[in-house]
């Protein structure tokens, strides 16, 4: 091998040192983003549907207890498709 393939070599990783750093560098300042008021904005609204738990009945069976615009509902859901239960009333 000769100094010229050598050098050409050596420069090649080092372009491909300093692409990797680069994104490794982007993939942090993106995490610590989206934990911050930036993050929270670039990210949009917060969903007005949130699950609350989910219980596992057994087979493709489960209760759900999700939250919607400040009401909890009970559904259950199986592989035959998705059934409202009813209303659920606050606990004081």
Do not use: N
Not at 68 to 74: N, P, V
């Amino acid at each position: 091998m000769d100094s010229a393939s050598l050098g050409a070599a050596a420069s090649t990783l080092a372009s491909l040192l300093v692409i990797l750093l680069v994104l490794a560098a982007a993939g942090w300042a993106l995490r610590r983003l989206r934990g911050g008021a930036l993050g929270a904005r670039l990210a949009g609204p917060a969903s007005p549907i949130s699950l609350i738990v989910t219980k596992p009945l057994g087979g493709q069976h489960s209760l759900v207890i999700a939250e919607a615009e400040g009401q909890r509902f009970l559904i259950g859901v199986s592989r035959g498709g998705i059934t409202a239960i009813g209303r659920l009333e606050r606990q004081p």
